[in-house]
């Protein structure tokens, strides 16, 4: 092949590449997303809440005293205050239990959201976050975030 030719075709190449991202639309950036109907406190989500039982019972009720006063309701987030956690952010690849467990004691910068940043959790245990984690989970899976 002629090197012109293939110089060429090198540059029209990075052209295409470079046309299609600056004008392809692009998805809404879930790292982003704050508020959905602009009313504070309104849920993100929409959470389906399997049948509870056991630990993970025992995870929704530590859930509510601890945690749903800003994830909301069956962790569906509440809009301008948290995000839920039921959400694909959240699943186990990327936030795996260790991370729930240090942001309840140490509190989280903000780097997902744009919330601002998460304060610790006075006076929850480690077994309670255990219990919490068990009940995220399970929302998680029977919302299809594995």
């Not at 809440?49 to 509440?78: D, I, K, M, W, Y």
Request: proline share 8%.
């Amino acid at each position: 092949m002629n090197p012109k030719y293939f110089v060429l075709a090198f540059f029209a190449f990075g052209l295409a590449v470079f046309a299609y991202n600056s004008f392809a639309p692009r998805p809404q950036d879930p790292h982003t997303v704050q508020t959905t109907s602009g009313k504070a406190g309104a849920p993100l989500a929409n959470v389906d809440v399997p049948e509870l039982s056991g630990l993970v019972a025992e995870g929704r009720t530590a859930f509510e005293a601890n945690c749903a006063s800003c994830h909301g309701v069956n962790a569906a987030g509440q809009d301008g205050i948290a995000p839920p956690l039921v959400h694909r952010i959240y699943e186990p690849n990327h936030h795996g239990d260790a991370a729930f467990q240090l942001a309840a004691k140490n509190g989280v910068r903000a780097h997902h959201w744009r919330f601002g940043n998460m304060p610790p959790v006075p006076g929850v245990s480690e077994q309670d976050v255990d219990k919490i984690i068990a009940y995220v989970r399970a929302l998680q899976k029977a919302n299809g975030i594995f």
